[in-house]
């Protein structure tokens, strides 16, 4: 994609986009939680056109009608956000911070196959909130350790509480995601 066309999709999701990490509880998930990413661009729906010119440049995500008047064109899947993130990241101004942490996430985020380096991301995953100024988030790295150290997936270490280790535990090398519903 030309330079041109990447500065200027980045200046857009500067000013009319968002990059965004969340915790979500999926019991389907060996380790309950997954970490859920979007890349969305908002528009009026009368200015829909651009949104569709976006789609049609990266090939992937939906375009969705809101019923306050806004468009939006969101991109879930994690190696599409990387992809899309990895083009625009030498572009971005105002979200560099973003754009970084989210692509040190998503790095990462494939070899995630433990409790604790699921820990470890989710608390990546936290500083979005703060870097978004997110007031809502219920599910925290805190509350995701704390389910899996009830069901025994995490052990503080003994010689320092504040590590900890993953128990031998059956699922324990399971990766956090099926490779089907990580696209």
């Known amino acids: 994609m030309d330079a041109t ?3 200027y999709i980045a200046g857009f999701l500067d000013g009319d986009g968002s990059i965004f990490f969340q915790l979500v509880r999926r019991k ?3 380790f309950g939680f997954q970490i859920r990413t979007s890349l969305a661009f908002y528009q009026k729906t009368e200015n829909e056109r651009i949104l569709l010119w ?9 375009i969705r009608r809101r019923k306050t008047g806004i468009s939006d064109y969101t991109i879930v899947e994690p190696g599409e956000v990387r992809r899309i993130l990895e083009l ?4 971005v101004r105002l979200k560099k911070e973003h754009v970084g942490l989210g692509l040190e996430i998503l790095r990462t985020l494939p ?3 433990d409790a604790a380096e699921l820990v470890s991301l989710c608390r990546l995953v936290d500083r979005f909130r703060e870097i978004n100024y997110s007031k809502k988030r219920t599910i925290t790295s805190t509350v995701v ?3 899996l150290k009830s069901h025994g997936y995490l ?5 320092d509480p504040i590590q900890e280790r993953v128990v031998g535990h059956p699922a324990a090398n399971t990766p956090v995601a099926s490779a089907a519903s990580r696209g």
């Not at 976006?54 to 939906?62: C, D, E, N, V």
């Not at 625009?88 to 572009?91: A, R, T």
């Open 5 to 7: 066309i990447l500065a």
């Open 28 to 30: 389907d998930y060996c």
């Open 54 to 62: 976006l789609k049609q440049q990266f090939k992937s995500g939906y």
């Open 88 to 91: 625009l990241q030498p572009y």
């Open 111 to 113: 070899q995630a196959d």
């Open 145 to 147: 350790a704390d389910f």
């Open 155 to 159: 052990a503080p270490v003994e010689t």
